[in-house]
């Protein structure tokens, strides 16, 4: 009997290390990854509806990795299901500020799509023509571009944009 308990010793202790390794584990996860999975969570639970729990998942990402822009652009959109509008766009304006790379065309067309839900196409048609000037335009730009247009009077060009008849660069009028 006592030779059967000391065959399993070194198992068992095997096992209990390899159990306080891959729990001490979970606890040293990188910041960035804790950060990745609650904002993939949040994605899950904003799908679902699950708006207050996913703004939780996200204020955690936040706590994790502050410097990550999606995870602005989906509070900003938490905040604007729920009325917020102001806050989403103070969310939106802090990603456009952290963004690693040239591409804030997401977080301006999002910002813009808040302003005009709001109303505020005067605002909205400034944060565009941030756009206007560059080659490709992104999907999706034309139609609210030439909605922030119309709403400030600016109906020829609105037409023109739409068609893609617009000018661009330097020799374009302001908003």
């Known amino acids: 009997m006592m ?6 010793i070194p198992v068992v202790t095997l096992w209990g290390v390899m159990a306080l ?6 606890e040293m996860t ?5 950060a990745y999975i609650h904002e993939k969570h949040a994605y899950a639970e904003i799908r679902q509806g699950q708006l207050d729990k996913a703004e939780q998942d996200l204020k955690q990402a936040l706590r994790d990795n502050p410097r990550e822009p999606s995870i ?5 959109y938490i905040a ?8 989403a766009v103070g969310y939106l304006e802090q990603a456009r500020v952290l963004k690693t790379d040239d591409n804030d065309e997401p977080y301006i067309l999002n910002e813009a799509r808040i302003l005009i839900a709001h109303h505020d196409y005067r605002r909205a048609l400034s944060l565009l023509a941030l756009i206007e000037p ?10 609210l571009m030439a909605e ?23 020799d374009m009028a302001q908003p």
Do not use: I
């Open 21 to 26: 390794l891959f729990s001490g584990c979970a």
């Open 80 to 87: 604007f299901r729920k009325g917020q509008t102001m806050k």
């Open 30 to 34: 990188e910041p960035d990854v804790r």
């Open 3 to 8: 030779k059967k308990r000391e065959k399993w």
């Open 148 to 170: 922030a247009l119309l709403h400030n009077g600016q109906s020829s060009h609105a037409l023109a944009v739409l068609l893609g008849k617009h000018e661009t660069g330097g």
């Open 72 to 76: 602005l652009n989906n509070m900003a």
């Open 134 to 143: 560059r080659h490709n335009w992104p999907s999706g730009y034309r139609k």
